[in-house]
């Protein structure tokens, strides 16, 4: 026993030892590293600031993304991009983004988003410096590259909340609108994303968007799992458009619009949800007449009925308010949504008759409470399958 317990002992102390040792080379490596990164920095923004040659600032432009990537760990990147930053780089890069050439726009848009990843004073110095104008004219490239690689850029500045106005009033949301309709998918994202983003700029008095930029987020919809993290970005971009009249329209003109809508508010997630409802609310809202029977037609009422009892708390309320839109009469209107089953036999009276009210009541319960299970078990599959991937 005594040996066992020796023998543990000893293998304890001699891993600890070899931690000790790996943790001694790491921190010798780090500093060696550092000590090259440094003179490296200085020998790239000399290059940078100081050459005419324009192929020498493209390939220390190039240097710089690549030591910033190759830097030996997270907090080590951080460090070396805040080091490039004031070595003076960043206002030669965005210079070269109004070159003609298009491996200097290339190089230095890949440097400045380099830079700009993870640092919120690099962001704001990047378009302090100017390079919001020149990065709305690369969303106008021919080269599909450029322009893609120009999004992503307006997209990593663009959360730095003292750069959204600046870019806001700048031209690009449109020009992102363009990129939802053609570009990959990667690009899309990141056009949503920043559409996301400078949405929520209230420094600036008119709207970013307008109805040209429904087909494409709805057809992103469409196509995109409802309950995933761009479906929450892309329902809150086309709830503020639902709040226009131009918007609403387009909305209605589109191919199975509000039918999903209807299969987000049933299938999202409770944020995409939250928005999907408060889009079928806004339309509801702005003539019952015309969007009353469209939603009722595109099957509403089960998930409707099933965010009042599990949505989140303003999804709730905008579901008890669009359910007492779509009943007909206007006293029935009046009457406080505290009941599933009178919001049901009401809906049902009103769709179906007073003869069958009943029937038909029971039965938009019965799916509602079938459609929670099938939706309860989904959300677990896919819970369990995160948990292995991450395991």
């Not at 983004?97 to 380099?114: G, I, W």
């Not at 450029?146 to 997209?155: C, D, F, N």
């Not at 099938?374 to 991450?390: F, G, K, Q, Y």
């Amino acid at each position: 026993m005594r040996e066992n317990e020796a023998s543990r002992e000893r293998e304890k102390e001699t891993a600890e030892e070899e931690e000790e040792a790996e943790s001694a080379s790491t921190t010798e490596e780090e500093t060696v590293w550092n000590r090259k990164k440094e003179s490296l920095i200085h020998e790239l923004a000399r290059k940078l600031i100081e050459s005419a040659d324009l192929d020498t600032k493209i390939t220390a432009a190039r240097a710089i993304r690549k030591v910033i990537r190759n830097s030996p760990s997270p907090s080590s990147s951080v460090k070396t991009r805040s080091r490039f930053a004031a070595a003076g780089v960043i206002q030669p890069l965005v210079s070269m983004l109004l070159s003609v050439n298009l491996d200097a726009r290339e190089a230095a848009l890949l440097a400045l988003l380099n830079l700009a990843v993870r640092n919120e004073r690099n962001k704001v110095k990047i378009v302090e410096s100017g390079a919001v104008p020149p990065l709305v004219e690369l969303l106008k490239s021919q080269n599909r590259s450029i322009r893609e690689l120009a999004a992503a850029a307006i997209l990593t500045l663009s959360a730095a909340a003292p750069n959204k106005p600046r870019i806001a009033a700048s031209g690009a949301a449109p020009l992102l609108v363009q990129i939802l309709c053609s570009g990959s998918v990667q690009s899309r994202v990141d056009a949503v994303t920043a559409l996301h983003y400078l949405s929520t700029c209230t420094e600036i008095a008119s709207p970013i968007l307008d109805s040209t930029a429904v087909p494409p987020l709805m057809n992103l919809l469409k196509d995109c799992k409802k309950y995933s993290k761009f479906a929450e970005k892309t329902t809150a971009l086309l709830e503020i458009l639902c709040r226009i009249e131009d918007g609403q329209i387009a909305i209605t003109n589109c191919h199975g619009g509000i039918l999903t809508l209807v299969e987000t508010v049933e299938e999202g997630s409770s944020i995409s949800s939250e928005h999907a409802v408060g889009s079928l609310l806004a339309l509801c809202q702005s003539c019952r007449t015309k969007y009353r029977q469209l939603i009722l037609n595109e099957g509403a009422i089960p998930g409707l009925l099933r965010l009042t009892a599990y949505g989140t708390p303003l999804a709730q309320d905008r579901a008890r308010m669009l359910l007492d839109l779509l009943r007909e009469s206007s006293k029935d209107k009046e009457t406080p949504s505290s009941n599933l089953e009178k919001m049901a036999y009401d809906i049902a009276k009103c769709v179906d008759g007073e003869d069958k009210a009943a029937e038909t009541a029971k039965k938009l319960l019965h799916d509602m409470v079938h459609r929670s299970m099938e939706l309860s078990m989904n959300n677990m599959e896919r819970i369990a399958s995160s948990a292995n991937l991450s395991s």
